[in-house]
């Protein structure tokens, strides 16, 4: 999903591990100002790294997504914002029954304002109780993205009829729709 009307000079990318991309890339390409949303893997070692590689816990790399966004309509705070609850920052190479280190919360920063606005939003999250435990997402620097296979793209939108996609991703979808129904593309 893309957006009209935005100017290229505008736009900066977001890399964020939440878990299956699948779950979080349904949410963020809701979110107005988004103008895409790219399943993939960041944080490995190994070169243009396949799905089955990043299964098998070899790679290190983790399910991420690489948003590019228009910071004219939606700040990188809010996308933030949308991070911190499209899944649980608190479980350590875990979201819900999907385990291992590709499943692990980070925040892949391109910039030295995306490090200090994650690791100070990080800090109050933790200070304020809000989660039982604490927070466990990783901030690191972006190095680089590798897009995962085509079939992996825009997944929940093609595959809404699977029953992973209604009992898993679409509770997902519809809680954060209600939360963020402000920022939602009209």
Known sequence: MSEENFDSKNLETATFGTGCFWCTEAIFQQLHGV?????????GHVTNPTYEAVCNKTTGHAECLNIEYDKTKITFD????????????????RQG????????SAIFYHNDEQKEKAEKYKAELNESGVF???????????KIFYMAENYHQNYYNNNG??????????PKVEKLQKIFKDKLKK
């Open 132 to 142: 039982d435990k604490p927070i466990v997402t990783e901030i690191e620097p972006f």
């Open 78 to 93: 809010e996308l933030l914002q949308v991070f911190w609850k499209s899944h649980d920052p608190t479980t350590l190479n």
């Open 97 to 104: 029954n999907d385990v291992g280190p590709q499943y692990r």
């Open 35 to 43: 103008i895409k949303v790219a399943s993939g893997y960041s944080g």
């Open 161 to 170: 009829a699977q029953p992973y996609c209604s009992y898993v991703i679409r």
